[in-house]
């Protein structure tokens, strides 16, 4: 019981970004002291400040906000130093440099860390014109400092790798879609509506889950790259990428399939085509649920065998045989895509190790 406590209370607090603030705050105290130590500054203020604007969620977000930062900052040093030493009058001078700078931190380029384009640029204009390189470079100094202590923190405080969120909402998605195969199997036996027994809002759930996903592999892959921790170098996202790209396509195959039955209501009706056409989405929806990046389900086989079986037009029904495949076809194209197997992992190749080895003629 005690475990499964902090366990939740462990996760909520990650949730809540409690790792991110303590790397950050371990950066800004050691840039603090480095520079006190090293720069004999009593207050660096702006290498603490540099540090906790600079670490992120991820290695590659933070090596990002640094290269913004430093750019921004070195882009107000650039256009400040000749205004300062070249402009006429003071004011004229600092109007100049301020409407260059604010026009470049407008353009987006820096993201949020253009703000500090004009800002480095008008505390430059001030140092240089007032005669105080000293203290420009020292500021500079700091900055740097802290720049570097944020991307060490980031890289090397256990980054964090957003793994078990992907796989919770890959999950989430498998159960949405198999929930509404279900359901669309439900409508087809009791001659109803998708609406009526989903939901009026049944596609706007799926779209949302299926970003929600999408969102959550892409924050997975993005923790991975550049990360130093031995969980992350040993999980393989190829699978994932495959989970994922075959459960969009399954999604986009019902949300056809629930329109289809929508409008096309006349081959639902034949209880000839319905019970079957209802066990079909069953066993899909199984497929899906068990659409896992390893080998497709057993039943796909069988489901593939009867879905050719029932697309064949019968006889005595020939009005209904173009509705009938047109409710066949997404549920075909579903089968197609869970069928795919994952790719096997790449072997090594052995003609290094026997590179004289008989290979016979043709």
Do not use: K
């Not at 977000?61 to 650039?78: E, P, Q």
Request: include cysteine; hydrophobic fraction near 45%; proline fraction near 6%.
């Amino acid at each position: 019981m005690h475990r499964a406590q902090l366990s939740a209370l462990i996760s909520r607090i990650r949730r809540a970004g409690a790792a991110e603030a303590a790397r950050a705050t371990v950066a800004a105290g050691l840039t603090w002291q480095t520079c006190v130590t090293l720069l004999h500054v009593s207050a660096p203020y702006a290498g603490a400040v540099a540090a906790l604007l600079v670490v992120e969620t991820t290695v590659v977000a933070t090596v990002g906000a640094a290269g913004r930062y430093a750019a921004g900052c070195l882009l107000g040093v650039l256009l400040a130093v000749p205004g300062a030493l070249y402009a006429g009058p003071g004011m004229a001078g600092l109007a100049l440099v301020v409407f260059v700078s604010a026009l470049l931190a407008r353009h987006g380029f820096l993201g949020h860390h253009g703000v500090h384009v004009p800002m480095t640029a008008v505390l430059t204009f001030a140092l240089v014109h007032g005669r105080h390189p000293g203290e420009l470079v020292t500021h500079l100094a700091e900055i740097a400092v802290g720049v570097a202590f944020g991307l060490g923190c980031s890289a090397l405080l256990i980054p964090a790798v957003r793994v078990r969120s992907a796989e919770r909402a890959l999950e989430d998605l498998r159960l949405l879609v198999a929930r509404h195969l279900d359901g669309l199997a439900d409508a087809v036996v009791r001659r109803e509506r998708p609406r009526t027994v989903l939901g009026p809002s049944w596609e706007d759930d799926l779209g949302t889950v299926l970003g929600r996903a999408r969102t959550a592999v892409d924050e997975a892959h993005e923790s991975m790259r550049w990360n130093l921790r031995p969980t992350a170098r040993r999980r393989r996202w190829h699978l994932d990428d495959r989970v994922l790209g075959t459960l969009t396509g399954v999604a986009g195959q019902v949300t056809t399939t629930g329109r289809l039955l929508d409008t096309e209501s006349g081959a639902a009706e034949d209880r000839g085509f319905s019970r079957p056409y209802a066990r079909l989405l069953r066993t899909t929806a199984l497929c899906a649920y068990s659409c896992r990046g390893g080998r497709p389900h057993p039943a796909l086989p069988a489901a593939r065998h009867a879905l050719a079986r029932l697309g064949t037009p019968a006889r005595d029904h020939p009005p209904t045989a173009g509705t009938e495949q047109r409710l066949l076809r997404p549920l075909e194209s579903a089968l197609t895509s869970l069928s795919e197997p994952a790719p096997a992992p790449a072997r090594r190749s052995l003609r290094i190790l026997h590179p004289l080895r008989h290979t016979p003629r043709r």
